[in-house]
């Protein structure tokens, strides 16, 4: 292949390979072909532009404008061409896109029918659909790797439902809560992010062959036969829109930002769990990094760069959102960066999330150093609660356990240090059995509400979370 950006001058002659040209005198200037050419960009889509492409040669023939010895020439021709690719044929120099490296190769391979091909439809229509088969594939692969993750997470807290650790409000510590009961708070964001996945396939899955460059296609082509041999569900209801339409990228890039963003907070809270000050946790050495310099280090890079990725996910949204907020209807070019930022942003989300999976499935959890962690007031709002119980109105309870929660302070002990009566001169109601309330396992049992962090509530969650991952 020829190293410098100077048109083949086989595409200034008649009869040359471009799909476009004859009302031009000559060829295009070499800084217009340098940024007008996209095959390194759009090449990934040579699998799915062959598939559309025999579906588009049996359209043709059962609109009666081939013969079924072309249709059979084509399709068998373009069979030949998907295992040229697949075994390494590279592009041309002339090769301006995707579209035009395959139709040379069938040209080759198929000879006179494969001039035909092109009847009735534009490459508007023809990136658009392989655009959208190429974004169902990825979004498939996407949801599998994410249900991978989840599997791990359940694993893990169903190992840790008899642990307890802080929860924290303000990054300081709240109550005490089930490590699974925090494991599985990740587990349902990240399945929301699987729905809209989910909402992302069902918004690519409209057919948009058919439309040509804007009005429709002038041959009788069955659309319907076209969306079942590609698998589309729906066909596309007006062609102006059809081939403008990249909602579907947005959605995508949207589903992928979302989960970016709930992979950084998963990152964020393991990272801080398994510093030196927090401890709860210990990251596997396959998914660590040591110093240059400081031979003690174990760092997780894994989780780091997943939260530094979160980051490029929000600039991939903004950065399609941006380039089609302000287009005419129906095809511009414009809509050529359209792919770039969408295989940019998957490909970043299939690095990242079997590092992530493999992060938290070789976490190892310090159950001693989370129940050290439960110091007596993250108790106080069950104090309060115990007063309510007795008819203590919220309020009168609240500044009750506040004056205690104060007294320990300055006294430097935990509030359950504090003697009995201490307790009940703060308020007359608080008895002996007070102290059975300071303790982790009691405040616990009292959270047996479904979504809480009782044990029984765990456990239905974890059954919940089991049955929503398929």
């Not at 490296?101 to 009847?119: C, I, M, S, Y």
């Not at 319907?224 to 059809?242: C, H, K, Q, V």
């Not at 005419?328 to 940019?344: V, W």
Request: net charge negative; charged share 25%; proline share 4%.
């Amino acid at each position: 292949m020829r190293s410098d950006l100077t048109p083949d001058p086989s595409d200034l002659t008649p009869g040359s390979h471009k799909l476009w040209g004859g009302r031009f005198a000559g060829g295009p200037a070499p800084e217009l072909e340098a940024v007008n050419r996209s095959i390194t960009v759009d090449l990934r889509l040579w699998p799915f532009d062959i598939q559309l492409s025999k579906a588009w040669a049996s359209g043709l023939g059962a609109a009666g404008v081939l013969r079924p010895d072309e249709v059979t020439a084509i399709r068998e021709g373009l069979d030949r061409v998907g295992q040229r690719i697949a075994d390494g044929e590279q592009p041309i120099q002339s090769d301006e896109d995707v579209h035009t490296f395959v139709d040379r190769l069938l040209h080759q391979e198929a000879g006179e029918p494969a001039g035909r091909l092109h009847t009735g439809r534009s490459r508007n229509d023809q990136v658009a659909t392989g655009a959208r088969l190429w974004t169902l594939d990825a979004l498939a692969k996407l949801d599998a790797e994410l249900k991978t993750l989840l599997q791990v997470l359940i694993d893990q807290a169903e190992s840790q439902i008899d642990a307890i650790m802080p929860a924290y409000t303000h990054l300081q510590r709240a109550q005490p809560v089930s490590a699974a009961h925090w494991l599985l708070s990740h587990v349902w964001a990240l399945g929301r992010d699987r729905d809209r996945l989910a909402a992302a396939r069902r918004t690519a899955s409209v057919l948009p062959l058919g439309s040509g460059a804007i009005a429709g296609s002038a041959f009788a082509v069955p659309r319907e036969m076209l969306r079942a041999e590609l698998g589309f569900e729906r066909i596309s209801p007006n062609s102006i829109d059809a081939v403008g339409d990249r909602d579907f990228i947005a959605d995508t890039l949207y589903a992928i930002t979302m989960l970016g963003v709930h992979c950084s907070r998963l990152a964020e809270d393991l990272i801080l769990y398994g510093s030196s000050e927090f401890g709860f946790v210990r990251f596997g050495d396959a998914y660590s990094t040591g110093s240059s310099m400081m031979p003690q280090k174990r760092n997780p890079d894994a989780l780091e760069l997943a939260r530094g990725a979160g980051g490029r996910t929000i600039g991939d949204l903004v950065a399609l959102l941006a380039t089609v907020k302000g287009l005419p209807s129906g095809y511009n070019k414009d809509l050529q960066e359209d792919k770039r930022i969408l295989f940019q942003a998957v490909d970043l989300m299939g690095l990242l999330l079997p590092a992530v999976a493999g992060s938290v499935a070789t976490l190892r959890f310090d159950r001693a150093r989370m129940r050290a962690a439960v110091t007596g007031g993250l108790m106080a709002t069950d104090l309060a609660d115990y007063l309510v119980r007795k008819r203590v109105t919220f309020r009168d309870a609240h500044g009750s356990v506040g004056r205690l929660v104060r007294e320990a302070e300055e006294a430097g002990v935990e509030l359950w240090d504090l003697p009995l009566e201490r307790f009940q001169a703060a308020h007359a109601e608080f008895s002996a059995d007070i102290l059975e309330e300071l303790k982790p396992e009691k405040s616990l049992s009292h959270r047996e509400i479904p979504g809480g962090t009782g044990l029984e509530a765990v456990k239905a969650q974890l059954r919940a979370a089991r049955a929503s991952i398929g």
